[in-house]
């Protein structure tokens, strides 16, 4: 006779923060549960928070809990959307564990972000990831998932240890109460054979994973960390206030904090009336108008406050985020570099701002004064600029196809003395700067490495630069990259952090390729200064 297969059940586990595990009411939406349930499990204090939903034929993980203890008849309902959720009390510190669609019962400012991706980093083998999620940090605030077939390392999966945040994993287990394979984000899920007296010893394997240090392989992910102390928080939060109400919105942008279908939606909306407007894309000076218009302050307290929803055909919420948790924004104080991002207030870890900071160090020192920037547009000022010396010829808008993601892209702006190449940008954000950088680098890499390329550019190039033989590979030991950034600042003491980072990248990689690598910065009219602040940025370089 065949022995029935054991069924193996999914442990989507979170936990509290701290100050709420004597009152699981905090982490959990009663106003959607039916009553709650005490369950005996052993070693555990448990209950158990069921949706309300009508009654049908209950799905299969269900059994879990009625084949445990007897339970009212009809206490799941039976509709696929039927959830619940396990709160469960182990010393000092609650877990819920969600069923279903038993998610939609927590209340997410009462969930520790990050939990289970912690836990995953110091359980899973980092030789035998499947898939990993992501967020970058430049010019394109992307949110990423790379999936693999097979095992692989962490860096095989195409992460960037410091321009990505990654903020779910999954990948093969070390740990053997946990199954063969771990996922971690802010719930960590497992497959397992178990029953309910089976948890405690779960529970407390996370909980060890928890507060363990991260393993040597996982180490860059602690370049920045969340910050915890719910003062500086505050503090934060008040210091965002301030900038907001200055209206300084060239470090912060409004985007989607995790991966979203685009296919199921048609854009966002700030409300659901009628004929609220409807955007394709999220902007923070769209949500700036729309605060302005319904006359509420803008700050962090009425960011949390505000929902930003994504909308169906049929123009219905299909899903929703606080404003607050849509926001990314830099602040900085004397000696600390803070990032928000999905809600969570992050501090960049001091080591790696310096060694950033110390490899900056390594750009030659640009021995060209460029003249002061008093134009309203780049082409302008680069026009002047090849107009007012003869050893400098114009570039700026010479397009050339270079096929693949870029499709083509303007090979620099200025060229001098026939082998520097310069790159001019006037300074709005860390966008534009980021989106500078890598201009360089593409355009660069593209020059020494593809032929074809070579080809097309020196049709462009003035006659004092053309390449004798476009086959040829060129020594880059001949040629300057210049990134010149028209601004009053100190640079690139005073970029934004990000920028930094995407700038030190540029820079190791072209110096890499044996190019010298310099950075200038343009001085700015104050009178243009001033009047630029209020325009929208207008050049688009790189196609």
């Known amino acids: 006779m065949r022995t029935p297969k054991k069924r193996k059940e999914k442990l989507s586990i979170y936990l509290a923060k701290p100050g709420i595990e004597c009152d699981a009411s905090k982490a959990v939406n009663l106003e959607n549960s039916k009553p709650p349930i005490e369950m005996e499990v052993q070693g555990l204090e448990a209950t158990l928070y069921v949706k309300k939903e009508p009654p049908k034929p209950p799905p299969p993980w269900t059994k879990l809990f009625t084949d445990h203890q007897d339970l009212p008849e009809d206490i799941f309902g039976g509709r696929k959307s039927v959830g619940a959720a396990l709160a469960v009390r182990l010393d000092e510190n609650l877990f819920v564990l969600t069923f279903g669609t038993g998610f939609h019962l927590l209340k997410n400012e009462a969930i520790e972000r990050d939990f289970g991706l912690r836990v995953t980093l110091n359980s899973v083998d980092p030789d035998k990831l499947r898939s990993l999620d992501k967020a970058s940090y430049d010019h394109n605030p992307l949110n990423s998932r790379t999936q693999s077939s097979i095992d692989l390392g962490v860096f095989d999966l195409d992460v960037d240890s410091e321009m990505d945040m990654l903020y779910a994993v999954t990948g093969a287990s070390t740990v053997p109460i946990f199954g063969s394979h771990v996922t971690g984000r802010d719930a960590l899920t497992l497959v397992l054979e178990v029953n309910l007296n089976g948890l405690k010893e779960i529970l407390s394997e996370c909980l060890l994973r928890y507060k363990s240090s991260l393993p040597k392989d996982f180490e860059w992910v602690e370049n920045i960390q969340r910050v915890k102390d719910k003062e500086l928080h505050e503090v934060l939060d008040l210091e965002l206030d301030d900038i907001l109400g200055k209206g300084e919105f060239k470090n912060m942008w409004l985007g989607e904090p995790e991966i979203i279908d685009w296919e199921s939606q048609v854009g966002y909306s700030f409300d659901l009336y009628q004929k609220t407007p409807r955007h394709v894309v999220l902007k923070i000076d769209d949500l700036v108008k729309y605060f302005g218009e ?93 107009s007012s010396f003869e050893n400098i010829e114009l570039m700026d808008k010479n397009f050339v196809k270079i096929g693949g993601p870029h499709d083509k892209l303007e090979f620099c702006d200025l060229i ?26 593409v355009a660069s890499e593209a020059f020494i490495g593809d032929a074809d390329f070579r080809r097309r550019l020196n049709d462009k190039l003035p006659k004092s630069s053309k390449l004798s033989c476009t086959d040829s590979r060129p020594d880059p030991s001949k040629y300057k990259i210049v990134y010149a950034v028209a601004t009053n600042r100190d640079i690139p003491k005073e970029l934004p952090f990000f920028s930094k980072v995407t700038l030190k990248n540029a820079l190791k990689t072209l110096k890499t390729l044996n190019f010298s690598v310099s950075i200038s910065a343009i001085e700015v009219d104050p009178v243009l200064e001033i009047k630029k602040k209020g325009k929208p940025a207008k050049e688009k370089k790189l196609a």
């Open 294 to 386: 319904k006359g509420i302050p803008l700050t962090s307290e009425s960011l949390k406050d505000q929902s930003i929803h994504i909308n169906d055909s049929e123009y219905n919420s299909i899903k929703k985020w606080s404003a607050y948790r849509c926001l990314y924004a830099e602040v900085s104080t004397e000696n600390e570099q803070y990032i928000l991002r999905n809600g969570q207030w992050y501090i960049v870890n001091t080591d790696f701002v310096a060694s950033v900071d110390k490899y900056l160090e390594g750009f030659d020192v640009y021995d060209f004064k460029f003249p002061t920037y008093s134009h309203d547009r780049e082409e302008d000022y680069n026009a002047f600029v090849a």
């Open 416 to 441: 001098k003395d026939s082998s520097e190449f310069i790159h001019v940008k006037y300074y709005r954000s860390s966008a534009t700067l980021s989106h500078l950088f890598s201009q360089g680098f």
